[in-house]
């Protein structure tokens, strides 16, 4: 019985040294030169599809839902990828009106959230800045000074890999080994697996996030494409609220997918 109490005081004291050295005067200085990025956040694409309030996403050749694909302007594609992205471009109007009457559930965009229509909030620390999204889906960027891992432990995912410096009150981020595929603020864009992000996270205001984020993809582009993205605070709500694609408010009414704000 000693030796049982003995054991967790033990334990106890070695885990209230950890803590000690968790929380040193080092990291409290840190942490207090982090900038305040709380809230929840919502990019242009979300701000424009939460505008229509149990509305309807129907005529694409004038809605404002495809204007915000235009967003992130005209890529720098190959002369082989041009041709297949104008291809898909001509078939636009259909592939909004699918779209219509769809849910993508598993969207595949940039390091995903950073570009889809969802809500995020953010949290900063001294080893890692989380990006965490209504679905779940978390976001790591490790700012501890670890590197990539090697290659024999890398493969692609849906976010890739990523890691990051603050510099002054702008979060650096590099991501490698972002999973294959579309972008969502551009969908007729399928980027390869050797996709190089490099991005810029900055608060603009007190209401406005921004990532300018570039792009380096030795088998799509000529050269790499510059793409910013800002989002808004959202104030509506004071809670991350739970999203189950296949059950939440936006359901699919004779035929057309309704949209519900945030």
């Known amino acids: 019985m000693i030796r049982t109490v003995l ?11 950890c803590y000690a050295e968790r929380n040193s005067h080092a990291r409290v200085q840190a942490f207090a030169a982090l ?24 005529d694409a050749e004038d809605s404002e839902e495809l204007a915000l694909f235009a967003l992130a302007g005209h890529p720098p594609l190959n002369a082989d990828w041009e041709r297949k992205y ?19 559930c598993r969207p595949a965009g940039f390091p995903m959230m950073m570009d889809w229509a ?3 909030q953010v949290v900063v ?32 995912t849906p976010m890739g890999d ?31 697996d050797r996709a ?7 608060l603009v205001n007190s209401d406005t996030l921004e990532d300018q984020m570039t792009i380096d993809d030795p088998l799509r582009f000529t050269r790499p494409w510059q793409v910013t993205v800002q989002y808004s605070r959202v104030t509506g709500i004071n809670r991350m609220v739970a999203w189950d694609c296949q059950n939440d408010r936006n359901p699919v009414m004779n035929g057309k997918l309704t949209i519900a704000p945030p």
């Not at 809230?39 to 309807?56: D, F, K, M, P, T």
């Not at 104008?86 to 993508?104: F, G, I, N, R």
């Not at 889906?137 to 493969?155: N, Q, S």
């Open 196 to 202: 190089h992000f490099t991005e810029r996270v900055r």
């Open 125 to 156: 620390t001294p080893e890692e800045t989380l990006f965490i999204g209504e679905d779940g889906a978390v976001r790591h960027v490790y700012t501890d000074g670890r590197t990539h891992p090697g290659a024999d432990d890398l493969w692609p």
């Open 35 to 58: 900038p305040d990025w709380t809230g929840l956040w919502q990019s242009e694409a979300a701000r424009v599809l939460s505008s229509h309030v149990s509305g309807h996403i129907e």
């Open 86 to 104: 104008q291809a898909t471009v001509h078939d636009q109007k259909a592939a909004a009106a699918a779209a219509a009457s769809a849910k993508l």
């Open 162 to 192: 990523s890691i990051g410096h603050w510099e002054g009150g702008t979060l650096v981020i590099d991501t490698v080994a972002r999973a294959p595929g579309p972008i969502m603020l551009s969908p007729a864009v399928t980027l390869s």
């Open 118 to 120: 969802t809500l995020f």
């Open 7 to 17: 054991g967790a005081v033990a334990v106890l004291l070695f885990a209230s040294q």
